[in-house]
């Protein structure tokens, strides 16, 4: 099993549309979570950190189930520039940051 | 500006040559990290440092060496034992103290082998 899957995707949805993406990880031990953004040939970088009461930024909303070893995050009214790839972030205990594989959003007019 | 950077921005390599990636940041971070990135796949640690002088292994270190002299400098070698080098190859900086510290990343090299 991997220590950090995503939902494989592609998503492809209209603008204005909401999609949620959603992550479970395998170790029981991990503090820290993220969601980065990368676009197409770039590094990633940070869109979110995810906390256990939840966070919202904006039209972003993340959610943390500690009991599930679940996160999840959701996109409110798509615009064409959220199309990108979101990669779910888990800190391990021994230092590193585990990566999942990522979910490829397509926003379509 | 405070960031990492990553040079170059493109190599190309013929087989059985050993080429070094750099990266630098003047973030003050303790901890850095190398990780690859294939085509339509996720990222993949090489290694990781999180002080001076010391690093460790990571997923796919084999064919790969680091060094971590200064604080600030966290170069890559890809040795001609790495079997499939072509990839884009990512570092990356973080605190590293307490837990809630994201990690910032370099634009990237992509390497590829002639």
């Known amino acids: 099993r991997k220590e950090v899957e995503q939902d494989p995707g592609p998503f492809n949805v209209p603008e204005g549309a909401t999609v949620a993406f959603n992550c479970t990880y395998s170790?029981?031990?991990?503090?820290?979570f993220f969601w980065y953004r990368q676009d197409c040939r770039k590094e990633p970088k940070l869109l979110m950190s995810?906390?256990?009461s939840g966070n919202e930024d904006g039209r972003f909303t993340a959610q943390l189930n500690r009991a599930s070893q679940y996160i999840s995050l959701l996109i409110r009214d798509s615009k064409l520039s959220d199309s990108a790839t979101y990669l779910c972030v888990v800190n391990s205990p021994y230092g590193d940051m585990r990566f999942g594989a990522g979910t490829r959003l397509t926003v379509k007019p | 500006d405070g960031g990492i950077t990553q040079s170059p921005k493109y190599l190309f390599r013929k087989e059985g040559q050993n080429v070094t990636l750099s990266c630098e940041q003047n973030l003050n971070h303790d901890a850095m990290y190398w990780y690859r990135q294939d085509p339509g796949q996720g990222l993949r640690l090489i290694y990781y440092?999180?002080?001076?002088?010391?690093?460790q292994k990571g997923d796919i270190a084999e064919g790969y060496s680091v060094s971590r002299e200064k604080k600030e400098s966290f170069p890559l070698t890809v040795t001609s034992a790495q079997k499939n080098p072509t990839a884009f190859y990512l570092c990356?900086?973080?605190?590293?103290?307490?837990?809630?510290?994201?990690?910032?990343f370099g634009p990237g090299t992509r390497l590829t082998v002639l």
């Open positions: 170790n029981s031990a991990s503090q820290s």
């Open positions: 990356a900086s973080r605190i590293d103290r307490g837990y809630d510290n994201e990690q910032f």
């Open positions: 995810v906390y256990s």
């Open positions: 440092s999180q002080i001076v002088n010391d690093f």
